[in-house]
């Protein structure tokens, strides 16, 4: 049985049409509201975007939202999960700061921001999955604690995954910093020596006792660890090199497991949200916004993850791409736009796995708003 995922066109020729009008009324359509129960803390997920880009859901948009949910008498937070990389979020002050330079501030959106995993990526929840990769996944504490969740999504490229949608907020974005690391290499951390200072603060945190010091500097005893990324997390000086080498289709597994953790304890109570505009070739987490490669297509809302960044690549690849952008090939409609920049992985794997792991279905109907 397909899933249903409802979607608005961004043609306007009056006030009525306008992009805030039109989402409001995609989300009472798509009755987004049945997810939500009086008194919930309701976590809506979204990424803020890093210092430099510009790309990423307009926080005029979000407000929309935020003052739906309100009417179900629920308690909205924007939250997202620091990253591992060094940048402008990787702890939670720099976080928030980052979100409100955005635009992110409560003036504009009407909801606090709360980093999900704590000030140093600490605060988490081991979730159990059993699935091929992972017995259980590192979800973020405020998360895994919010009693429903409204996943917002800038549906566009990604170096690694091919693309960013649904799953991979999910995914990279409910996990802790440790989790990231586990789902992006099968390596193991490696010291940075001139970084390090041999303050120990790793070897405390490690779960399995993989890390001593010899000669002033940390040393980790890579027959014995484990992979967990805690030390990466916690050293104060970043002298613990993360490790980004993996296969890409591993890479897509476990971003589909780690999805499937974050919103096993949700059932009903989850909703999703995915913005097919600025389609941009990289991450919102890149310190830039590169040309988009197709023209603006709409606004889809679902109950399900897999369908609904099934239907908006369908969306993208039915546009002609872009000349003078990243796209290099592809650029017929029906034709992998993505494939078009970054041929080295098929993003649409995840897709392929999250079905086969009972996180959504790939068949849908699409419901078009009016």
């Known amino acids: 049985m397909s899933s249903q995922v409802y979607f608005i066109n961004l043609r306007a020729s009056g006030k009525k049409d306008n992009i805030p009008t039109k989402l409001r009324r995609l989300y009472d359509k798509a009755d987004i509201k049945k997810t939500l129960t009086k008194g919930d803390s309701t976590a809506v997920k979204i990424h803020f975007g890093e210092k430099g880009t510009n790309a990423f859901i307009h926080p005029v948009f979000v407000r929309q939202i935020i003052d739906k949910i309100k009417e179900s008498m629920v308690k909205p937070f924007l939250t997202d999960t620091n990253t591992l990389y060094t940048g402008s979020r990787t702890n939670s002050p720099d976080h928030i700061q980052t979100a409100i330079e955005n635009g ?8 606090p921001i709360i980093i999900a995993d704590g000030i140093y990526s600490k605060n988490s929840v081991d979730v159990k999955v059993n699935k091929k990769h992972f017995d259980s996944v590192k979800i ?11 996943v917002l999504s800038h549906v566009k490229g990604h170096g690694m995954a091919g693309f960013g949608g649904a799953v991979k907020n999910l995914a990279m974005g409910c996990a802790t910093a440790a989790g990231k690391q586990i789902q992006h290499s099968d390596a193991k951390p490696k010291i940075i020596d001139e970084e390090c200072n041999g303050c120990s ?6 779960p399995v006792d993989s890390i001593g010091i010899q000669s002033g500097k940390s040393i980790i005893d890579a027959e014995r660890c484990i992979g967990c990324g805690e030390c990466t997390t916690v050293c104060p000086k970043r002298a613990i090199e993360v490790q980004w080498k993996t296969d890409y289709n591993v890479f897509l597994e476990k971003m589909a497991e780690y999805a499937y953790g974050a919103v096993k304890n949700k059932a009903d109570k989850i909703a999703y949200i995915n913005f097919v505009m600025n389609v941009t070739p990289m991450c919102d987490c890149v310190p830039w916004s590169d040309t988009p490669i197709v023209g603006d297509v ?3 809302a679902s109950f399900d993850p897999v369908a609904i960044d099934q239907a908006s690549l369908d969306l993208i690849n039915q546009q002609i791409g872009k000349e003078n952008t990243a796209l290099k090939k592809n650029f ?10 970054h041929d080295h992985v098929d993003g649409r794997k995840i897709l392929d796995y999250g079905q086969s792991i009972g996180l959504g279905n790939r068949q849908y109907e699409l419901i078009e708003v009016k």
């Open 298 to 300: 709409g606004i889809l």
């Open 332 to 341: 017929q409609p029906g034709e992998d736009k993505f494939l078009g920049v």
């Open 104 to 111: 992110f501030a409560y003036a504009v959106v009407n909801a």
């Open 140 to 150: 973020a504490g405020d998360i895994y604690n919010s009693n429903s969740m409204i």
């Open 201 to 206: 603060i790793c070897s405390k945190h490690c």
